[in-house]
Nanobody
Framework: QVQLVESGGGLVQAGGSLRLSCAPS????????MAWFRQAPGKERQFVAT????????YVADSVKGRFTISRDNAKNTVYLQMNSLKPEDTAAYYC???????????????WGQGTQVTVSS
């Protein structure tokens, strides 16, 4: 069992930046594919970005491409989501997730954090 804890969310004006972090309460993340998803009220959970266990490959959703970057520091056992040029439509709860397989489908992910709220004001 892997318990994930997200941090770094908050309220920011449009055009601003935030960096989200995800770390496990115990165990190591180094062997897992990691991803970020988001969910706005009344909407389905949406894929944002994913990164392979060794950090060698990343994939980012078209809606955030060029603005968001996923990275990981296995020495610090932490995964990050750098979010720049934020827009009001980025407002959502952001979730960190871990999986043993590569993919964008949330059903592929075995472990989830509780989420951190990101609110972008116009």
């Amino acid at each position: 069992q892997v318990q994930l804890v997200e941090s770094g969310g908050g309220l920011v004006q449009a055009g601003g930046s935030l960096r989200l972090s995800c770390a496990p309460s115990e165990r190591t993340l180094s062997s897992y594919v990691m991803a970020w998803f988001r969910q706005a009220p009344g909407k389905e959970r949406q894929f944002v970005a994913t990164i392979r266990s060794n950090g060698g490959n990343t994939y980012v959703a078209d809606s955030v491409k060029g603005r968001f970057t996923i990275s990981r520091d296995n020495a610090k056992n932490t995964v990050y989501l750098q979010m720049n040029s934020l827009k009001p439509e980025d407002t959502a709860a952001y979730y960190c997730a871990a999986a043993t397989t590569w993919g964008r489908n949330p059903k592929s992910y075995d472990y989830w954090g509780q989420g951190t709220q990101v609110t972008v004001s116009s």
